[in-house]
């Protein structure tokens, strides 16, 4: 089993429970990471930071799968909705959001959706560079 945690130096852990040894670091913030929490089902983790924005990762992979963009400061809470469908966020802006499955529009190399959610594409723009070469 796993367990995360979160750091004031802009990244989150994840660990093995039993043994204590580091699985993962992940990084990518621009701000302190207050909270950290796994989907109910352990295959994704939610980070939420001082930089204004939430994301979504893989713990057994550490890829970055998701940022929430859209809060005007500190992203002060995060949660998984029961079933994955859904992300609820609260701020230091004074708003809460309701974030749904991305409705993705292209981007640069980043996918964002009409809600803000921008899906990272580093694989996608790879295989755009080689199929140019």
């Known amino acids: 089993s796993r367990i995360a945690t979160a750091s004031a130096d802009r990244t ?4 093995v429970t039993e043994s204590g040894r580091l699985l993962r670091t992940l990084s990518g913030h ?5 909270l950290i929490t796994f989907s109910s089902d352990g295959e994704l ?3 939420a930071s001082d930089d204004c924005t939430a994301r979504v990762w893989s713990p057994v992979t ?4 998701y940022t929430l963009l859209g809060h005007a400061a500190s992203v002060t809470a995060a949660a998984f909705g029961w079933d994955r469908k859904y992300i609820a ?9 309701i974030w749904g ?6 981007s640069g190399n980043k996918e964002r959706s009409k809600d803000g959610i921008a899906e990272e594409q580093e694989e996608k723009k790879k295989e755009e560079d080689e199929d140019e070469d």
């Not at 989150?12 to 660990?15: E, M």
């Not at 966020?89 to 959001?97: G, R, V």
């Not at 499955?101 to 292209?106: A, F, G, I, Y």
């Open 12 to 15: 989150a852990k994840v660990w």
């Open 30 to 34: 621009a701000g302190r990471v207050p």
């Open 45 to 47: 983790l939610l980070t």
């Open 62 to 65: 550490g890829a970055l799968l």
């Open 89 to 97: 966020t609260a701020s230091e802006d004074h708003t809460a959001k």
């Open 101 to 106: 499955k991305p409705r993705v529009l292209r």
